[in-house]
């Protein structure tokens, strides 16, 4: 089953908002945040990481990098990947719980999907 959700959020409340949102999903469940920029993708990784376990992926990181992150990402070590949409074409998950575009200036929009 497939649900879709909108939900417009002031810009000062849409961190905030989203850790409320992360605290409701499964403990362990397997998390793709969007973000418009690399900069904002760093950001969000270091601001939710500690506590939600989350890690960054875009282009301006090495492949190395990349690599690295897709691992903890798949063992569900990281089970937050925070990603430019470019960084994410390809990727090959299973077991996907949420689906999150997380846009700075416009709105916050969650794609909620049971699996893709």
Avoid at 17 to 33: A, D, F, N, P, V
Wanted: charge should be positive; proline fraction near 2%.
């Amino acid at each position: 089953m497939n649900w879709q959700y909108v939900e417009v959020v002031p810009q000062m409340e849409k961190q905030r908002r989203l850790e409320q949102i992360l605290r409701s999903q499964e403990r362990g469940s397997k998390i793709i945040i969007f973000c418009s920029t690399k900069k904002l993708c760093d950001q969000l990784a270091r601001s939710i990481g500690r506590t939600f376990g989350a890690a960054a992926i875009h282009g301006d990181k090495s492949q190395g990098e990349r690599d690295w992150v897709l691992g903890q990402f798949r063992t569900g070590k990281s089970p937050i990947l925070v990603a430019t949409d470019v960084a994410a074409r390809g990727l090959d998950i299973k077991d996907i719980r949420l689906v999150s575009l997380y846009v700075r200036c416009l709105f916050l929009s969650l794609f909620m999907k049971q699996a893709f």
